[in-house]
């Protein structure tokens, strides 16, 4: 897709977000949005928009490349799977920045939307996006034999409970199976495995 298009994209998912603050909940769901890669480059045109959202997880339940369970009505809700948009979850309690979520750019959190983020996108000021006082800026990246043991256990927890029924009722909607979590759990973690290895 073009920048320009991506850029409203960005809009866009920024107003769901915001939307999902109206949603009754003791505790809110989502709690910030990040995007990085080719979009806070500059590239024209764009693939996908890189999208990271942080929850109110722990990380155990947020394991790097899985969709924990809670997060099928977000997809649905921000209209995630209409494609041009890629995107991982972050647990609250762990950096959002991590091997593959490079420089990280706060684009909305429980405060509100940050249009001045969304300004500076849109403007082709990239500089601005980095400056020390900008959303999301230089932060500390998690590292990686931390995501690597979160990763094994909550594939251990998914092999574990993989055959009880009321687990494979819990994790099956939307579109999502218990092999959808089987299969993110393992590859999550092979992912991991390969860096630790390298």
């Known amino acids: 897709m073009r920048y320009a298009r991506a850029v409203e994209r960005l809009r866009m998912l920024a107003e769901g977000c915001e939307q999902t ?8 769901f989502l709690r ?29 339940e947020a394991a790097w490349g899985t969709h ?3 997060t099928a009505w977000l997809v649905d809700f921000l209209r995630l799977d209409e494609g041009g948009v890629a ?9 959002v920045a991590n091997h593959h979520i490079r420089e990280p750019v706060r684009f909305w959190s429980l405060d509100g939307i940050d249009k001045g983020v969304l300004e500076a996108l849109r403007e082709r000021r990239f500089g601005a996006l980095r ?10 990246v998690a590292p990686v034999a931390e995501e690597l043991e979160a990763a094994l256990e909550h594939l251990r927890a998914v092999h574990g ?13 939307l579109r999502r199976y218990p092999e959808h ?3 993110e759990a393992v590859r999550g973690y092979l992912e991991l495995l390969g860096l630790r290895d390298e």
């Not at 480059?41 to 155990?60: S, W």
């Not at 995107?87 to 950096?95: A, I, L, Q, T």
């Not at 494979?168 to 909607?173: D, Q, Y």
């Open 68 to 70: 924990p369970p809670g």
């Open 131 to 140: 400056d020390a006082g900008a959303p999301g800026g230089p932060g500390p």
């Open 161 to 173: 409970a993989y055959w009880d029924r009321q687990w494979r009722r819990e994790h099956r909607g």
């Open 87 to 95: 995107y991982w979850w972050r647990s609250f309690r762990e950096p």
């Open 181 to 183: 979590h089987l299969w």
């Open 21 to 28: 603050r109206r949603l009754p909940a003791e505790e809110p």
């Open 32 to 60: 910030e949005a990040y995007v990085f890669g080719a979009l806070t480059e500059g590239a024209d045109p764009i693939g996908e928009i890189e999208v990271a959202f942080v929850l109110n997880l722990p990380p155990q």
